[in-house]
């Protein structure tokens, strides 16, 4: 074990690349660019994920902030957690559960493009006190993360279903499950390494940053149901709002908090927020896949329409 921490120390941003890519990979392999196509026709979609991201949302965890007895520093991180955009988890999700995997492609990269104007518009509306006065987004490691990490590994994958027909379900089976062994490591590298001790802030902290993840997917999806959309797309958008991208907000750490030290309490508290909330994501949408197999599994044997 001691020799995967100190190899996982090593080479953390390789577990974080590794994930994304392969997890393109596969779902790209299953993906067409009809379906594409047929996702630009309804820009309403994207504009709703954008509005719950980051007006909501963020209102959504300053009130929370508040009315739970939360250490102020968590408050911030969940602010921070708030601002941020979807991730790559959002599409493994979305693809494991058997949502609109076009849908939800397509809404991180909007959502990933508008977080360079939005999340500092955001940050600093509701958590200013804290920021440094001249703080400004990493863009281009963030549009790099865009093209070489999201797109590139997309369009590969769809090229791989694309000329390997028969064998692309079995492809993307493998990368999507090497993408989640990735993932694993680096949760495991994460908690055997130190980075995060989960009752550092006590029991409630990690309660509270669970409530808003869950929270976020139920409200998103109450209010897709309510707007009549089918129920993959409504599971999808909910993944979308409630599933961020953690390894943005690491990034944005140094830059919002200065380098990580025991006196600097910002930092802890963003971070275990990060973390955390990454590990309350990855288990939530976890138990909704379980809940939609489940329920596929029954119509299969009730002879039913999947949907």
């Known amino acids: 074990m001691q020799s995967f921490l100190d190899f996982y120390r090593e080479h953390s941003q390789s577990f974080y690349n590794a994930q994304l890519v392969l997890a393109m990979l596969g779902m790209g392999a299953n993906t067409t660019v009809g379906q594409f196509r047929a996702v630009f026709r309804r820009p309403g979609d994207i504009a709703m994920v954008l509005a719950l991201q980051f007006l909501l949302m963020p209102i959504f965890a300053v009130l929370l902030a508040r009315v739970m007895p939360i250490d102020p520093t968590i408050g911030i ?75 590139m590994p ?26 989640t062994i990735a993932l694993v490591g680096v949760w495991v590298g994460a908690l055997g390494g130190g980075q995060i001790q989960i009752l ?58 200065d380098v990580l030290t025991p006196e600097n309490v910002h930092h802890q508290g963003a971070l275990y927020t990060m973390l955390f909330g990454g590990g309350a994501m990855t288990v939530w949408g976890l138990i909704c896949v379980s809940r939609r197999q489940l329920r596929f599994a029954r119509q299969r044997r009730a002879g039913e329409e999947e949907i």
Not at 156 to 177: D, E, S, T
Not at 222 to 247: C, H, I, K
């Open 77 to 151: 991180g969940l602010v921070l957690l708030a601002a941020l955009p979807s991730g790559t988890l959002s599409n493994i999700i979305t693809f494991l559960g058997r949502g609109n995997v076009p849908l939800s492609v397509t809404a991180t990269c909007a959502s990933t493009l508008i977080c360079l104007v939005v999340t500092p518009i955001v940050l600093d509306l509701f958590a200013s006190k804290a920021l440094p006065e001249h703080f400004t987004m990493p863009r281009d490691k963030t549009v790099y993360s865009i093209l070489v990490l999201l797109l």
């Open 154 to 179: 997309l369009a590969a994958g769809m090229a791989i279903g694309h000329f390997w027909h028969q064998q692309r379900h079995h492809f993307a089976k493998l990368a999507v499950w090497g993408s």
């Open 200 to 257: 550092q802030y006590g029991w409630r902290t990690p309660g509270v940053i669970l409530l808003f993840v869950v929270s976020a997917h139920m409200i998103t999806y109450g209010l897709s149901q309510w707007l009549r959309y089918p129920r993959a797309d409504g599971f999808t958008l909910g993944v979308e709002v409630s599933m961020r991208n953690g390894n943005l907000g690491l990034a944005l750490l140094v830059p919002l908090f």
